[in-house]
């Protein structure tokens, strides 16, 4: 049986793209979204634009059961973890649902995988774990440190996968720590289309 790729927040603008780009490499990929802040439609789109649809598992990471369910259920081989909530400004007033969602959230993913013996892990980072830039550019080994919980919360995820690799022998993770993506797919039919108040440039032009 083929291998599956399972995208966290696969509905949302950074999976969304992933998700194409995948099926476009001849993967096959499942996505698992809570779309708080995305949409079923993407689905479609997707399917439009790639000519498959990918399969959908409407769920939260903060489930275990759910997640446990998911990988008996499917043969999922990697996993790539966009679920996340993701507005700095929004992550000073809610600080709790950020920690909640983001750290407690990547945790039960990351114990369902252990569970599941599957130890493939892409991390949606970001390059807001830079902190207050000390020297420009920054470069990769650039010390990290947080100004705000959103960035905090992808600094203390970066730790445990760091703890995890380091006290567990098989495991590949790849942090992806992207400053401001922006745009959309040459089709026009995937971008970046919040539900609530924008928190980034584009959506506003």
């Known amino acids: 049986m083929t291998s599956t790729i399972l995208v966290t927040g696969g509905t949302g603008f950074i999976g969304s793209h992933t998700t194409v780009a995948l099926q476009q490499a001849g993967y096959d990929v499942l ?16 399917e439009q634009i790639t000519g498959v649809k990918p399969g959908f598992v409407q769920g939260d990471i ?15 081989g990697a996993v790539m973890h966009f679920a996340g909530l993701k507005a700095v400004g ?30 493939t892990f892409v ?28 960035g905090h919360t992808k600094l203390v995820v970066e730790d445990i996968l760091e703890s995890l690799y380091n006290a567990e022998t098989g495991w590949c993770i790849a942090r992806l720590r992207y400053f401001n993506p922006v745009g959309a797919h040459p089709s026009g039919l995937i971008g970046e289309s919040p539900q609530g108040t924008p928190n980034n440039l584009m959506p506003y032009v």
């Open 123 to 150: 991390f949606s980072s970001s390059a807001t774990v830079y902190g207050d830039p000390q020297k420009l550019p920054i470069t990769e080994d650039h010390p990290r440190s947080a100004t705000n919980p959103y």
């Open 31 to 46: 996505i698992l979204d809570n779309l708080s802040n995305s949409s079923l439609a993407i689905l479609d789109r997707i």
């Open 62 to 76: 903060r489930d275990a059961d759910a997640l446990k369910a998911l990988f008996k259920s499917y043969p999922i």
């Open 90 to 119: 929004e992550s000073t007033q809610r600080p709790l649902d950020y920690y909640d969602n983001n750290v407690n959230g990547s945790v039960q993913l990351l114990s369902a995988m252990q569970r599941a013996e599957i130890k």
